[in-house]
């Protein structure tokens, strides 16, 4: 089952949907963003993005630096909003999708991106969201884990973590309990009352990752999360990462630009360059079968 859908996403910035015509129209006839800057001005994010991202899996984006990762897991959340295209979200998912679980996980490992689902009947359209509409969105279907921790400094570590329940306007009570819940489940459970300088890079992130679980979001953001911690302590996030995951059974969305991270935690892998998606499927399936040049070396420098 499709949990996220992006239709002909495409993102040109800086440009009015008129203005980003011409640069669109090179797109069209194969010019790569480089030369559409060059001869436009405008600077390409993404281009003609199709995606299906199913309910409970965790679902890597990969390219190299500039490739438009950060703009496509914008999207979701709707940080950016794209030049065109639509992006359909299955908000009934919000309440029940742990019941999916088995299935999900099944069918993500099972199925090739080339498969293309049918929009659930209950998938809204994100981008026709009204302000309030789209505060709800982001409150109850969405949270982001930043690369730089994006913790609130002047906040305790409980504080930071149960941010988004009080945002949501949860008892003081109700709304701690569940920040150390979150907080033990990360191995941070002493901490508390520390504030954010206080603590280690890693366990900052761990912070960062309390946060977005507190909220019980079916949707997890995760933009390049592990990258700024050393290798050791990566390693260590990204093991508690797949052992909450086997629990949770979020939606995850995980830009990184390291491939052995990708096939590590990846369920599948979407490979962008230049804004555009170049291939889409199993870290096997790209071994086996990679789309293009760009897709084999990043499978071949695996170590
Ligand atoms: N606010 C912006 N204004 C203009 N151009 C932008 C903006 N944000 C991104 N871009 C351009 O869009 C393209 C994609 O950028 P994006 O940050 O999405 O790539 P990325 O793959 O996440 O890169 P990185 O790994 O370095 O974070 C790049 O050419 C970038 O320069």
């Given at each position: 089952m499709n949990h996220i859908q992006l239709k002909n996403i495409s993102k040109i910035y800086n440009a009015s949907s008129t203005q980003a015509q011409s640069a669109l129209a090179l797109l069209a006839e194969g010019m790569d963003s480089i030369k559409v800057k060059e001869q436009t001005g405008y600077s390409v994010g993404l281009y003609d993005i199709n995606l299906d991202i199913k309910a409970g899996e965790l679902h890597c984006i990969m390219g190299l630096s500039g490739s438009g990762k950060s703009t496509l897991i914008r999207h979701i959340n709707r940080l950016i909003d794209p030049t065109s295209g639509e992006i359909w979200v299955d908000?009934?998912?919000?309440?029940?999708?742990a019941t999916h679980k088995m299935a999900d996980r099944q069918s993500a490992t099972d199925n090739t991106s080339t498969v293309v689902e049918e929009r659930s009947a209950?998938?809204?359209?994100?981008?026709?969201?009204n302000d309030k509409q789209l505060q709800h969105y982001r409150q109850q279907t969405v949270s982001m884990v930043f690369q730089h921790f994006g913790?609130?400094?002047?906040?305790t570590v409980m504080q930071n973590v149960a941010y988004g329940l009080r945002v949501r306007k949860m008892s003081t009570k109700d709304r701690h309990e569940i920040a150390r819940y979150w907080l033990n489940e990360v191995g941070?459970?002493?901490?508390?009352?520390?504030?954010?300088?206080?603590?280690s890079g890693g366990m900052q992130q761990r912070v960062g990752l309390a946060r977005a679980l507190?909220?019980?979001?079916p949707i997890l953001l995760m933009d390049e999360?592990?990258?700024?911690?050393?290798p050791l302590i990566r390693a260590q996030l990204q093991d508690q990462l797949l052992e909450l995951q086997d629990r949770l059974n979020k939606t995850i969305v995980f830009i990184t630009h390291d491939i052995d991270e990708a096939v590590k935690v990846g369920q599948r892998i979407s490979m962008l360059n230049g804004g555009r998606l170049i291939q889409t499927g199993t870290p096997s399936e790209l071994r086996h079968n990679p789309a293009d040049d760009y897709v084999e070396q990043f499978m071949s420098a695996k170590s």
């Open positions: 908000t009934a998912l919000n309440r029940d999708h209950t998938a809204i359209n994100i981008l026709a969201l913790l609130v400094p002047h906040m941070l459970s002493n901490l508390e009352n520390s504030y954010p300088d206080e603590l507190a909220t019980d979001n999360a592990f990258s700024a911690l050393d």
